[in-house]
């Protein structure tokens, strides 16, 4: 309609003739430009899932594209792009799901398998970062299950309690209030096995002590001096420093003994205690032998 080469009439002329606002004629319209920006930043989102922004945009320019870093926020904000990282609360709760009340207020915990406490993690990696979620005996502080996942789901927890329930099983099993601890997966297991169920109070991470000190001892002894390229490499240093921790390791709390060993002889205790309460009475023995004899 707007002629830029016209010799008679000049574009403002034809503009006001027609009724028409100059800039409109200078607009180019965008919408393809950013569809090409989408769809580079969508590659990049989906080889590094834990790029924000920032990282994106610095790529982006890499590659040659000229493009301010308020735009890329913008079309990811559109998009609903957000880069995957650790959250400083793993433990979201969830109002819909049912609170349990805390067991362990006064309770003398005084012998191994009677209150276990669990919780969640983190673990960097070269490209990302892993879930590890732990089962802690409360009394000898040995950890009873583990297990590592790229996924922050109920089901990280059920595999740890099933590692956890091959080496014994606890009276209470005690854990935050995270939608995790809350789901009708995790409950039903508890139910299932009989454990009685216990939760933190709102902010209260001190109710888990026992958990939270095992996630710095190991931090600090082990992942913080390694650098995991991948998930075995992982798995393995977890591996090697929860067997260290169980059996080498002297506990100070334990009076340098090992976790293990308080244990093991907590168990053996709890044996001898239930075949002395058990024994039978003086006379039920002596009746027992005569009967014997009269059957004979």
Known sequence: MIKHKNKNLSVRKQCFLLSINRSQIYYKYK??????VM????????KYPF??????????IRSGLTINR????????????????????LSVKNKEHKIYPYLLRNIDINRSD????????????????LYLAGIIDAHSRKIMGWHISPFLDAQLCI?????????????????DQGCQFTSNLWISALIKNNIEISMDGKGRWADNICIERFWR????????????DNVKQAQNAINDYIYFYNNIRPHQALNYKTPNE??????????????LNNLPKKDEFKNSHKQAFFRS
């Open 51 to 60: 790029y924000g922004y920032r990282r994106i945009h610095v790529t982006l």
């Open 262 to 275: 308080i244990y093991t002889k907590s168990k053996e205790q709890k044996w001898d205690d239930y075949w």
């Open 31 to 36: 919408g393809d430009d950013n569809k090409k």
């Open 114 to 129: 009677k209150v276990w406490q669990v919780d969640i993690t983190y673990i960097r990696i070269r490209n990302g970062f």
């Open 39 to 46: 769809n580079k930043i969508n590659s990049l989102f989906e």
């Open 159 to 175: 595999q740890t309690l099933s590692n956890a329930l091959i080496n014994g099983k606890p009276n209470i099993l005690n854990s």
């Open 70 to 89: 308020k735009k890329v926020q913008r079309l990811m904000q559109l998009e609903g792009i957000k880069a995957i990282y650790p959250k400083k609360k």
């Open 217 to 228: 001892s190991l931090k600090y002894e082990s992942v913080f001096l390694h650098s995991f």
